[in-house]
């Protein structure tokens, strides 16, 4: 590795606490042990699960180290924050459950200060304006584009905290997007499914085109990663950058792709089931 880059070794830990810290609130807000389990609970444990899951191999995995050798690892470790974790934590519902893991003497003031609070009026603005679809859709692809721009994609690898800070922008933005698309109270999605379709395509064209230009570059776009005297597999920097291109163009499209199938098909459905003489209750897809 280049003497020019620090090595992020700490950003595991703190990620390994957060997980820790969300699966016992998690635990702490579940059902008794009496009562039994519905299987939609089950899955959605299982997407709870899967979302943390994905969090971990991203930040606390080997795949950490080799990050700041390796541009095609780094954009491993985004898509599975963007595109793995944040849409199954979505499906997964977790948040009011989360919230009754905390103890009724603390949850209860908070929420009613949160709610009415004089003081958090204008955080409530915001989010309302953040909850948006044309808000939500900016705030992450500018979020998304911004951070791959040379001299803050070199930052983020030079400085641990400005590192620190890329993956959580990645991952507040990423289930801003996904819970405009996926009912995950106490967030509802606003959009109709034409709209979601629209907004996740649109989506996933600015991904890529943002592979085509590292794909097509002639040069290294980042220094950090270009500075370095040797990498792992004796790869030059342009090919890892144009690794890194097709990991954002493939694996990277995966989630948009299924979900806009998904979408497709539930807005389909039902008239398919009018023709055939079936029920018209559309089919529970997980999205929306």
């Known amino acids: 590795m280049g003497a020019a880059i620090t090595p992020i070794d700490w950003t ?5 606490l957060w997980v820790l810290g969300a699966a016992l609130l998690y635990w702490l807000g579940g059902p008794s042990l009496r009562r039994p389990t519905r299987s939609v609970d089950r899955w959605r444990t299982a997407a709870f699960v899967g979302g943390l899951g994905a969090i971990l191999a ?15 690892v780094h954009m491993t470790q985004h898509i599975l ?41 204008s955080a409530r603005r915001a989010a309302g304006f953040a ?32 590192h620190a800070l890329e993956h959580f922008t990645f991952f507040a933005t990423a289930l801003l997007l996904w819970t405009r698309v996926i009912d995950s109270p106490p967030w509802r999605s606003p959009l109709s499914e034409p709209v979601k379709i629209v907004y996740l395509a649109s989506t996933l064209v600015v991904g890529w085109v ?14 950090a990663y270009s500075a370095e005297a040797s990498r792992p597999g004796q790869i030059s920097a342009l090919t890892d950058q144009q690794l890194a291109a097709g990991v954002m163009w493939v694996p990277g499209s995966l989630a948009y792709t299924i979900a806009i199938i998904l979408l497709a098909y539930r807005l389909l459905e039902p008239r398919q ?16």
């Open 81 to 121: 924050l963007i595109g793995v974790a944040t849409p199954l934590l979505a499906l997964a519902r977790p948040w009011m459950r989360m919230w009754h893991g905390v103890p009724a003497r603390v949850r209860r003031p908070v929420t009613r200060s949160i709610a009415r609070g004089p003081r958090w009026a």
């Open 131 to 162: 909850g948006g679809a044309l808000a939500s859709w900016l705030i992450f692809n500018v979020n998304f584009c911004a951070w791959h721009l040379p001299a803050l994609y070199d930052a983020a690898l030079r400085s641990p905290p400005v």
């Open 58 to 72: 991203a930040l606390d995995s080997p795949l950490d180290g080799l990050a700041d050798e390796l541009f095609w």
């Open 12 to 16: 595991g830990g703190p990620a390994l």
């Open 273 to 288: 089931a009018r023709r055939g003489g079936r029920s018209t209750k559309p089919l529970a897809t997980g999205v929306g």
């Open 210 to 223: 943002l592979a085509i230009v590292l794909a097509l570059a002639t040069s290294p776009l980042y220094s």
